[in-house]
């Protein structure tokens, strides 16, 4: 079992810059890929960015590759979201996601745990 908590969410201008973490448990968080997805009003959830378990491998949408840096810190057990020139599309709630495997996925369906959300609101 892990449990996953993210923090870090809030209100930021556009063109600002937000570092989103996510606290898991357990002792072999190596073992697993992690994930960030955001969910907007009246959307599906979808796919911001992933992390391999070894974090050699890291996956971005197309919607903010070159904006946003996904990264973990085994020692600590946490992985991050760097958001940099945000923009008001970028407003929702963000989930952090693991994976019971070191390799990644784009599909919410290949994650085992999620974490509760944190919300991200830009102004224009």
């Known amino acids: 079992q892990v449990q996953l908590v993210e923090s870090g969410g809030g209100l930021v201008q556009a063109g600002g810059s937000l570092r989103l973490s996510c606290s898991a448990s357990?002792?072999?968080?190596?073992?697993?890929?992690m994930g960030w997805f955001r969910q907007a009003p009246g959307k599906e959830r979808e796919f911001v960015a992933a992390?391999?378990?070894?974090?050699?491998?890291?996956y971005y949408a197309d919607s903010v590759k070159g904006r946003f840096t996904i990264s973990r810190d085994s020692a600590k057990n946490t992985v991050y979201l760097q958001m940099n020139s945000l923009s008001p599309e970028d407003s929702a709630v963000y989930f952090c996601?693991?994976?019971?495997?070191?390799?990644?996925?784009?599909?919410?369906?290949?994650?085992?745990?999620w974490g509760q959300g944190t919300q991200l609101t830009v102004s224009s």
């Open positions: 996601a693991a994976r019971s495997m070191r390799a990644t996925t784009r599909s919410p369906a290949g994650y085992d745990y």
């Open positions: 357990g002792r072999t968080f190596s073992n697993y890929a």
């Open positions: 992390i391999s378990g070894d974090a050699a491998y890291t």
